[in-house]
Structures are given as C-alpha cells and as structure tokens.
C-alpha cells in the first residue's frame, strides 16, 4: 500500500521543540521533493519547508526561519521536521507532500495543494 505516515505531533509549551517524521511506505522517496505544509484552524493551508528531491536544496517560509530545520534519511525512507523555539502561532494540523514534478523546493511550497502523496496529517499545539 502506498502511502505518507506523519508522526511526532503533540502538545509543546511555547519554546519547546518537536521533531515530526513523515514516512513512506509502498514507495521509496529518493528523488521525489517533499515538502511540509500546515493548516490552522480558518486559514488556508501553508508551505512550511520542503526539500528538493536532486540536489537536496532546501526552503523555508519567512516565519519559521532560523527554528525549523528540514532533512532526508534515505535509509529510512523519511523525511524529518525539527521544530525548535515554537510559538502559539505554529499551532496547526501539519502534513507531508511527495511529489515528482517540482524541481525547486520553492515552487512546491508555494503549492499547498498539488501533490502526488499526502499524509493524513499530525496536530502540533503549541500552549501554556
């Protein structure tokens, strides 16, 4: 079965970190970019970070910068998120993409919608 598992939500008090994991199964993601998006609750859905599937290039959007980092264990078929000081304002439903068509990291986090695997998505609360 082919399909993105993402893990590593939960409840974190403002300045702590998580690490979310997004995990293939049924397909290897070498070559393919995969990006992470996140919704909160009334807003439309957001690129966070994404990682290009060939040159390992990697995007962040302005809010994040400097806490999130993004990367790729190809030995274990996942791509990890490390989220580090988070804010109230982090709090969404986050989800992994996978996609073969984007050939920069930047166009794939413009594009909240398109991709050809989407996981189910895991809550982050940031809250005191």
């Known amino acids: 079965q082919v399909q993105l598992v993402e893990s590593g939500g939960g409840l974190v008090q403002p300045g702590g970190s998580l690490r979310l994991s997004c995990t293939a199964s049924?397909?290897?993601?070498?070559?393919?970019?995969i990006g992470w998006f996140r919704q909160a609750p009334g807003k439309e859905r957001e690129g966070v970070s994404c990682i290009s599937g060939s040159d390992g290039g990697t995007y962040y959007t302005d809010s994040v910068k400097g806490r999130f980092t993004i990367s790729r264990d190809s030995a274990k078929n996942t791509v990890y998120l490390q989220m580090n000081s988070l804010k109230p304002e982090d709090t969404a439903v986050y989800y992994c993409?996978?996609?073969?068509?984007?050939?920069?990291?930047?166009?794939?986090?413009?594009?909240?919608?398109?991709?050809?695997?989407w996981g189910k998505g895991t809550l982050v609360t940031v809250s005191s």
């Open positions: 993409a996978a996609d073969l068509f984007f050939t920069t990291p930047q166009a794939q986090c413009a594009s909240p919608l398109i991709g050809d695997y």
């Open positions: 049924g397909f290897t993601l070498n070559y393919y970019a």
